[in-house]
């Protein structure tokens, strides 16, 4: 459900200051006309959605379109982001997992002399 509505007639700095302000951590505050106070309106922000006066988290590994999941990877949902994590055996590069590379071999010549040395 999507709200969209004008809250009071005051600027978001006067409206911040009062105990009846409704915009929380999750949201940000809108001036509708700032030059008239004509009231505020409260967006969800970056990773937020839904309703901005409840402030829900999109649990984006949930959302079709960002999740990317396969065999090697999984999506983990964080507050207002996400991220991604690879099974054992994987590393993440840029946002795909690919199998881990061994450590190369490096190679030590010797020698050995057997005698005296004059």
């Excluded at 379109?65 to 949902?77: H, I, K």
């Excluded at 690879?86 to 946002?95: Q, R």
Aim: proline share 4%.
């Amino acid at each position: 459900m999507a709200l969209d509505w004008a809250i009071g007639n005051e600027t978001c700095e006067v409206a911040r200051n009062k105990a009846n302000y409704v915009c929380g951590g999750n949201s940000t505050c809108i001036d509708l006309n700032p030059n008239n106070g004509s009231g505020y309106r409260c967006n969800c922000m970056v990773g937020y959605g839904g309703n901005p006066y409840l402030k829900d988290d999109i649990n984006e590994c949930d959302v079709k379109e960002l999740n990317n999941s396969t065999s090697t990877q999984f999506c983990v949902n964080d507050v207002g982001s996400y991220h991604w994590l690879c099974i054992e055996g994987y590393n993440l590069d840029g946002e795909a997992c690919v199998p881990n590379q061994p450590a190369p071999k490096l190679s030590l010549a010797t020698s050995l002399t057997i005698g005296k040395y004059i």
